[in-house]
């Protein structure tokens, strides 16, 4: 079965960075997207950024020029959050999708922005 694995998350100060990284470590099919999500108390899951076949990139207006999506491999995902601001904090999940097929999310990873 596949299994994201994520990894990275933490307590961090505003104006500081982290990685988070997620690995697919059970795939069997071909990966269309990957993404990750965000959800923070009282609030919706919003998409944070994702990252197709084809490399082509899209983020939410809120994390434009701070954080970068990644991937070198079809495996595995990478969300490189610099300048993070209190509003960042939340549960990151990854996500990665076959179109029509099937998706599957990570456990979450919690990323606290606080001084």
């Known amino acids: 079965q596949v299994q994201l694995v994520e990894s990275g998350g933490g307590l961090v100060q505003p104006g500081g960075s982290l990685r988070l990284s997620c690995v697919n470590s059970g795939s069997i099919f071909s990966v269309d997207v990957m993404g990750w999500y965000r959800q923070a108390p009282g609030k919706q899951r919003e998409l944070v950024a994702v990252i197709d076949s084809g490399m082509t990139t899209n983020y939410a207006d809120s994390v434009k020029g701070r954080f970068t999506i990644s991937t070198n491999a079809k495996n595995t995902v990478y969300l490189q959050m610099n300048s993070l601001k209190p509003e960042d904090t939340a549960v990151y999940y990854c996500?990665?999708?076959?179109?029509?097929?099937?998706?599957?999310w990570g456990q979450g990873t919690q990323v606290t922005v606080s001084s």
């Open positions: 996500h990665m999708a076959t179109y029509g097929v099937d998706d599957y």
